[in-house]
């Protein structure tokens, strides 16, 4: 049984178009450093916004909260529906928080057309906040492509790779590819509801709404095909192995701000936990989608590791390496049990601070030496020890060293895996082995052993810009590593009623949507 909070406000919608309103007030600035104030008074503006959600979301619920409803297209069953429950909740924080982090970043690192790269990175995080927190999935899909259009200008113009401008093609037209197939999918499950509402005489015969369609049995056949055309809609974004060849090149040749974003946002991997498992649950625990996607995840995790070891440039290395992770959360996602649910979502948000910390990293890095080769470095951390205890530590919850938010995470990702088959998890642990070889084989090249020529003596330390990112990313992983229960307390709810839902789904039992009225 579902519940459904309202809050008193919108929070949500101001959460989604405040960043959209002061993307529009930028473009009525001139003076430089006024812009970039105000760009950072928005953006923590909507970081308070987005903690008072997590600090009123009740845990251990999964009801959906903080709802807003409004009519958009009656007639065609669409609707303007918010809310957020523990499977998305955290998401919104992430979001908000990388956002502030990346103006922060960007403040002395752009230097070109800096107006217009604040509104987008600005409507960024408009789109991203509308993915997280629609229930309606034309309103999802809205989103979905809308975020392409910041994407795709933050890669080509701000980019500082020779192939920007491919990268930026490349990344819009896979993603566009999945969107496709994941409409139809979509537009499927609108007519199986619409069957269903005429055999039963409902007044509203369509519906998009994600509350309204899992009252709605789907036959088997039918919920395959449709799982495979979401599933390739999310697994371009994701992207799951072998759909993720833009990814190394998006994530190098773009700027650092849309790496952040890139890598730490898992929205693919969101969207089965958000609609694919609740709506499809017959299809997602068939033995044979189970098994096709499995195979692809272990294949992503090994895969991703071994090209990551052999990489010489930083960011193509974290490129592979969100590979790698990437197919640690899908074997979580598709173990279909609690610890797996759990270990995947809390991967995906542990991703946003230790990848993203990562490739902030790599920022800092090619800011000094104007490259991320490994041939630029060598002894680094005699000339920035602060930088590369900061790095080594990043990377140390990376690759889920015990204390760090990634061993949680993978913890129970590996947990779920061997309670489901052993051979999964048998596989995907050697993928903890090369995440650290990688990465400690880089780290003690670039950074240990003797002052390289090529490193300046003049070459500065972490300012205090810098510091504030890493110090900030750092406390987050110790937070997160150390006392996980806050964050595990705020997706428990959710998870439980999901893996109820995929255990009854060959009963087929049908769920009430209660609107409960705001306190």
């Known amino acids: 049984m579902l519940e459904e909070f309202s809050f008193g406000f919108p929070i949500l919608s101001y959460l989604i178009f405040l960043p959209l309103a002061g993307a529009a007030v930028l473009w009525l600035i001139e003076d430089e450093d006024l812009l970039k104030t105000t760009t950072l008074g928005i953006t923590l ?10 600090v009123r979301f009740v845990p251990d619920s999964a009801a959906m909260q903080f709802a807003e409803h409004a009519r958009w297209m009656p007639a065609l069953g669409i609707g303007y529906h918010l809310a957020v429950d523990g499977i998305s909740v955290l998401f919104v924080g992430l979001t908000a928080f990388l956002t502030v982090l990346v103006v922060i970043y960007s403040w002395d690192t ?22 997280f927190a629609s229930i309606d999935l034309i309103l999802f899909f809205v989103f979905w492509e809308l975020m392409l259009i910041p994407s795709y200008f933050l890669i080509k113009l701000w980019g500082g790779g020779a192939e920007r401008h491919y990268a930026a093609l490349k990344y819009v037209l896979y993603t566009l590819l999945g969107s496709v197939f994941m409409l139809v999918g979509i537009a499927l499950l609108d007519i199986n509801y619409h069957q269903w509402a005429v055999t039963h005489h409902l007044d509203h015969v369509y519906s998009f709404d994600l509350l309204e369609l899992l009252s709605v049995p789907i036959p088997l056949s039918q919920q395959i095909l449709i799982f495979w055309l979401m599933f390739m809609g999310f697994a371009f974004k994701a992207p799951v192995f072998p759909f993720h060849t833009w990814l190394p090149d998006a994530l190098v040749e773009g700027p650092i701000g849309m790496a952040v974003m890139l890598a730490g946002m898992k929205l693919g991997t969101y969207g089965f936990l958000r609609f694919t498992f609740p709506l499809l649950p017959d299809a997602s625990k068939s033995e044979g989608v189970v098994s096709i996607v499995m195979v692809l995840a272990l294949a992503a995790i090994l895969y991703g590791a071994v090209v990551a070891l052999v990489q010489s440039d930083f960011k193509r290395l974290l490129a592979f390496s969100s590979i790698s992770h990437l197919g640690f959360v899908v074997v979580g996602l598709f173990a279909l049990n609690f610890q797996g649910l759990q270990g995947s979502l809390l991967t995906m948000i542990n991703l946003g601070f230790s990848t993203a910390g990562l490739f902030f990293m790599a920022g800092f890095l090619s800011t000094r030496q104007q490259s991320s080769q490994l041939s630029s470095f060598g002894g680094f951390a005699k000339q920035v020890p ?35 088959k052993w051979w999964y998890g048998a596989v995907a642990v050697t993928g903890v082995i090369f995440g650290a070889a990688y990465f400690l084989w880089y780290y003690e ?3 240990l052993g003797p002052l390289s020529k090529n490193i300046s003596a003049t070459i500065k330390d972490l300012h205090m810009r810098e510091i ?10 110790l937070w997160i590593g150390l006392y996980p229960s806050p964050f595990l307390r705020m997706m428990n709810g959710s998870i439980q009623a999901l893996v109820d839902r995929l255990d009854r789904a060959k009963v087929a039992s049908v769920d009430t949507v209660i609107h409960v009225p705001a306190k």
Request: proline fraction near 1%; hydrophobic fraction near 65%.
């Open 45 to 54: 503006v909507e970081l308070a916004l987005a903690c008072l959600v997590l």
């Open 110 to 131: 752009v230097r070109n057309q800096v107006r217009l790269y604040f509104m987008a990175l600005l409507a960024l995080e408009t789109t991203t906040m509308g993915i």
């Open 386 to 420: 602060l930088l590369a205890s900061f790095l080594l530590l990043i990377g140390m919850a990376s690759i889920g060293l015990p204390g760090t938010n990634g061993f949680v995470g993978e913890f129970l990702i590996l947990l779920g895996a061997f309670k489901a």
């Open 445 to 447: 090249r670039a950074m």
């Open 468 to 477: 504030t990112i890493a110090l900030s990313l750092s406390v987050m992983i």
